[in-house]
T-cell receptor
Framework: EADIYQTPRYLVIGTGKKITLECSQTMGHDKMYWYQQDPGMELHLIHY???????EKGDLSSESTVSRIRTEHFPLTLESARPSHTSQYLC??????????????FGPGTRLTVT | EDQVTQSPEALRLQEGESSSLNCSYTVSGLRGLFWYRQDPGKGPEFLFTLYSAGEEKEKERLKATLTKKESFLHITAPKPEDSATYLC?????????????FGQGTELSVKP
């Protein structure tokens, strides 16, 4: 079973607050990802990282930012939360080798509600 | 543009009633097709990776197959615990970090 953790699992917060969603993995994977998923909808990539000090924006425009200071840690920050940020945020990681990407393992997700 | 379409959107089966879920894809070059299971309120759980047409993978009551245009997830004699949303995804371009492009999923409900 994949060892990837997300905290908090649920968060209800007021508009304008700064929040950080935590994601950690113990598998030593270089590649990490953040996806956003609304109820009944597909997952969309918002950020990814090739490794330490590497971060890139994904397809879905997001006001969030990410950092990758340690291999195992990939936090996502919203400087000023808005109701439009209400969603489920999923973190994933994968290994890489031989010019091929491998399966991504997902954390349990953080359900964010901004009031 | 890479695209994934899953059908049906929802499927209701009786316990023991076998069926198949479809995933049609359009990609510039297949780098990998992935099947996941997602339970309500949880993250997707990896099931299978398929890389080339003709490839098949099996796990318990599930069997995934791949052609040049689509993949099928066959469920044999399903049980209520197989109820979940099944997601199909293809891997995007290598220079875009290996992102997964997901379909909307098929919500499977198996009644006893």
């Amino acid at each position: 079973e994949a060892d990837i953790y997300q905290t908090p699992r649920y968060l209800v917060i007021g508009t304008g607050k700064k929040i950080t969603l935590e994601c950690s993995q113990t598998m030593g994977h270089d590649k990490m990802y953040w996806y956003q998923q609304d109820p009944g909808m597909e997952l969309h990539l918002i950020h990814y990282s090739y490794g330490v000090n590497s971060t890139e924006k994904g397809d879905l425009s997001s006001e969030s930012t990410v950092s990758r200071i340690r291999t195992e840690h990939f936090p996502l920050t919203l400087e000023s939360a808005r109701p439009s940020h209400t969603s489920q945020y999923l973190c994933a990681s994968s290994e890489e080798g031989g010019g091929r990407h491998y399966e991504q393992y997902f954390g349990p997700g953080t359900r964010l509600t901004v009031t | 543009e890479d695209q994934v379409t899953q059908s049906p959107e929802a499927l209701r089966l009786q316990e023991g009633e076998s069926s198949s879920l479809n995933c049609s894809y359009t990609v510039s070059g297949l780098r990998g097709l992935f099947w996941y299971r997602q339970d309500p309120g949880k993250g997707p759980e990896f099931l299978f990776t398929l890389y080339s047409a003709g490839e098949e993978k099996e796990k318990e009551r599930l069997k995934a197959t791949l052609t040049k245009k689509e993949s099928f997830l066959h469920i044999t004699a399903p049980k209520p615990e197989d109820s979940a949303t099944y997601l199909c995804a293809v891997q995007g371009p290598y220079n875009q970090g290996g992102k997964l492009i997901f379909g909307q999923g098929t919500e499977l409900s198996v009644k006893p």
